[in-house]
Structures are given as structure tokens and as C-alpha cells.
């Protein structure tokens, strides 16, 4: 493991529902496995949504001027901010991104930090199949926290944004129109149900799907 990595993350090492021992090593693998898909020119600034404790934001680091953090959850949240505090070009976020910024509500997942989900439309049957009646974690109620919008940021020199929401993405891409228009980033988005509406409404703007892996898709302007 990257020494640097691993006295970074001293707060990453355990899943917090379990405290089982939290695989830095397989989150690598999967981050340069993922990185090798990514056709960029430029490292200005990068959005990581759904940053979890870091690892990812932490790799970004290495990579793009700026790193914008963003995560809902206040006990990762925390996490977060205590493995990239020292680093001065991370900016963390403590905010759900969506289409609105009148609060979201969100299912965490007891066993597992990262799959908590985000109630909407699009992830309803998600919810059911470990929320609803009869299942493992029925009677949880979720939680609500603050939401916004990434055009509300005004960013301008966007080349890279990752999405990784569990399936929560339609509401992200609504509010960041503007963003992609001014910015043409390229974009890596873990899909888990709802790929055709996304590709269309990606290609609506301008954009076209050049790469998967895994459950990520990735997507830069024709």
C-alpha cells in the first residue's frame, strides 16, 4: 500500500456500521482500473460526488488543481474531513448534490457505508428491495440533509466530475446544466438502473458515451 496513502486515511481503515477492516487496497484497484477510462487534457478542477471518507479524493489530489468534495452523510462526512483537512487543494462539502436546495431525504444502509441512498424516483425500487415491507432493514426512516446545486457554484473550470450516488443521478445532472454547458467536463457516472434515461438525456446535451466499466460509464461532448 502507498505509505502516503495509508497515514492519510488513519480514519479510513474501518467500516463504520461493522468496524470490520475497510479495503484500501481493493478502493486502488478499482481507482486505477477506473482512471485508465478517463480521456482528459486538462487538471483544473475535478467534482467528486459522493466523496465517502476520501480515497478517491485523495488520488484526485495527486491529479487536478482543485478537488471538490461532496458528501451528505455527516458521520462520513467527518471522515472525510479529517483524511484530507491537510490538503490544500480539497474543498469538502457536507451538502447532498441535487436539483433543488430544499434538503434531500436519505436510507443509510446499517452494513455498509456506501450504499446509502437518496429517496426519489429513480431509486424507489432500490429502496424497496432493502427498505420495504419484509425486508432486512424495514421500519429505518431516512434522514434529511442539505441539498444543492452545482450551477449554483458557478464553476468554471470544471474538467472532470465522478458521480457515484447509487443510482441517484437524474436530479444531480438537472442541476448542474449550466456546469456542463460552460464546462464540457468529462464525466464518470456509476449507473445501477436507470442507463438508457441517462443517455439520452446526456446526449441531449451534447454528450456521448465512449466507455464502461463495471458499473461506471463514461461520458465526454462529441
Not at 436519505?106 to 425486508?135: A, C, D, H, M, Q
Not at 468554471?156 to 445532472?173: M, Q, S
Request: charged share 30%.
Amino acid at each position: 500500500m502507498n505509505k502516503n496513502l495509508k497515514d492519510n486515511l488513519i480514519y479510513a481503515t474501518y467500516d463504520l456500521p461493522t468496524n470490520k477492516p475497510y479495503s484500501i487496497e481493493n478502493k486502488l484497484k478499482f481507482f486505477h482500473e477506473e482512471w485508465r477510462k478517463v480521456k482528459i487534457k486538462k487538471f483544473r478542477r475535478c467534482l467528486d460526488i459522493g466523496s465517502h471518507i476520501g480515497i478517491y479524493a485523495y488520488q484526485y489530489s495527486k491529479i487536478f488543481n482543485y478537488v471538490e468534495s461532496f458528501e451528505p452523510i455527516p458521520k462520513l462526512y467527518n471522515m472525510l474531513y479529517k483524511n484530507t483537512k491537510n490538503i490544500n487543494s480539497i474543498n469538502t462539502h457536507n451538502v447532498a448534490v441535487s436539483d433543488n436546495n430544499e434538503g434531500v431525504l436519505i436510507y443509510e444502509n446499517p452494513r455498509n457505508t456506501e450504499s446509502n441512498v437518496v429517496v426519489s424516483n429513480e431509486t424507489e425500487k432500490l429502496i424497496n428491495s432493502r427498505w420495504g415491507k419484509n425486508k432486512r432493514w424495514f421500519g429505518q426512516k431516512p434522514r434529511e440533509v442539505k441539498s444543492c446545486k452545482i450551477d449554483d457554484y458557478n464553476f468554471h473550470d470544471v474538467d472532470f466530475i465522478k458521480i457515484d450516488t447509487e443510482g441517484y443521478v437524474k436530479p444531480i445532472l438537472n442541476g448542474m446544466i449550466e456546469t456542463l454547458k460552460n464546462n464540457s467536463p468529462i464525466l464518470q457516472i456509476e449507473v445501477t438502473n436507470n442507463r438508457l434515461n441517462e443517455n439520452k438525456f446526456l446526449n441531449d446535451l451534447g454528450y456521448v458515451k465512449y466507455d464502461e466499466y463495471n458499473e461506471d460509464d463514461f461520458y465526454m461532448k462529441e
